[in-house]
């Protein structure tokens, strides 16, 4: 059964970047059955998916963030990494891997999440 680990910066100031990564263990991450998204929930507010690589690199972004974001991934070590550039206090929130199944169009594996908080 495949796991999902992410890790995180914890608490970072504004303007700086947050770096995330998304350590997949139990199954590959470069079937063409599957994408690797990255979702993040503030508080109070609903779940906010972020962008997806699939399995041949492709990326694609939320269009309000593409300009600060990145994900990018690592076959070797079997991870995948987001960036998201010039943070602010917004972009606090629990940053969760998942992977959604394409031919069953839903997320068939979460990560438990990382929390981060930009402030001063």
């Known amino acids: 059964q495949v796991q999902l680990q992410e890790s995180g910066p914890g608490l970072v100031r504004p303007s700086q970047t947050l770096s995330f990564t998304c350590t997949v263990s139990?199954?590959?991450?470069?079937?063409?059955?599957?994408?690797w998204n990255w979702i993040r929930q503030s508080p109070g507010k609903e779940m906010e998916w972020l962008g997806l690589?699939?399995?041949?690199?492709?990326?694609n972004y939320r269009p309000s963030l593409k300009s600060r974001t990145s994900i990018s991934r690592d076959t070797s070590k079997n991870q995948i990494s987001l960036e998201v550039r010039s943070a602010t206090p917004e972009d606090t929130a629990v940053y969760y891997c998942?992977?959604?199944?394409?031919?069953?169009?839903?997320?068939?594996?979460w990560g438990q999440g990382t929390q981060v908080t930009v402030s001063s």
């Open positions: 139990g199954g590959s991450i470069t079937p063409s059955a599957y994408t």
């Open positions: 998942a992977r959604w199944q394409i031919s069953g169009q839903y997320y068939d594996s």
């Open positions: 690589i699939a399995y041949d690199g492709s990326t």
